[in-house]
């Protein structure tokens, strides 16, 4: 599989930030003509997985959101959303819909949830103490093939 495009950005991990994050990837994936809902797919599972790092990752501390976005020629789209917070102890535990790290804070416990149901495959690393990568895929189904240098 051919990556034709990728581009990679951070920011503090501040809650303003969050909708900075989700237009830009969507500025970066709207070259393959998505349709609006696929467009709205991929802003929310990436809007759950920054609020993740920056709710539960550094957990009211000053960090940095790293994404990676990359397109492949049928049209992927694979982004990774990494914090260098806390980690998490127990991943399967975390994706279970409704559970929180943060109960005080009125949170739901579904942002994996969302991110499963809007994207093709959602895929968590993490190490405790040293941070969480999301990896979020989509195939642009409604897209147009990009080609090399376009």
Request: aromatic content about 6%.
């Given at each position: 599989?051919?990556l034709?495009?990728?581009?990679s950005?951070?920011f503090?991990?501040?809650?303003?930030?969050?909708?900075?994050?989700?237009?830009?990837?969507s500025?970066?994936?709207?070259?393959?003509d998505?349709t609006?809902?696929?467009?709205?797919?991929?802003?929310?599972?990436?809007s759950?997985?920054?609020?993740?790092?920056?709710?539960?990752?550094?957990?009211r501390?000053s960090?940095?959101?790293?994404?990676?976005?990359?397109?492949?020629?049928?049209?992927?789209v694979?982004?990774?959303?990494?914090?260098?917070g806390?980690g998490?102890?127990?991943?399967?535990?975390?994706m279970?819909?409704?559970?929180?790290?943060?109960?005080?804070e009125d949170?739901?416990?579904?942002?994996f949830a969302?991110?499963?149901?809007?994207?093709?495959?959602?895929?968590?690393?993490?190490?405790?103490?040293?941070?969480?990568v999301?990896?979020?895929?989509?195939?642009?189904?409604?897209?147009?093939?990009?080609?090399?240098?376009?």
């Amino acid at each position: 599989m051919n990556l034709i495009n990728e581009m990679s950005l951070s920011f503090p991990s501040k809650s303003s930030n969050e909708a900075f994050a989700r237009s830009a990837v969507s500025a970066f994936v709207i070259g393959l003509d998505p349709t609006v809902a696929e467009l709205s797919d991929i802003k929310t599972a990436v809007s759950e997985a920054v609020t993740n790092c920056i709710v539960h990752g550094y957990r009211r501390e000053s960090g940095t959101v790293y994404i990676n976005g990359k397109i492949y020629e049928n049209n992927k789209v694979v982004i990774k959303i990494r914090d260098k917070g806390c980690g998490i102890a127990d991943i399967e535990k975390a994706m279970e819909p409704l559970f929180t790290t943060a109960p005080e804070e009125d949170r739901a416990g579904l942002g994996f949830a969302v991110m499963q149901s809007f994207c093709d495959k959602v895929k968590v690393k993490s190490t405790v103490g040293k941070g969480t990568v999301v990896t979020l895929e989509k195939v642009i189904s409604s897209g147009r093939f990009l080609s090399r240098g376009r």
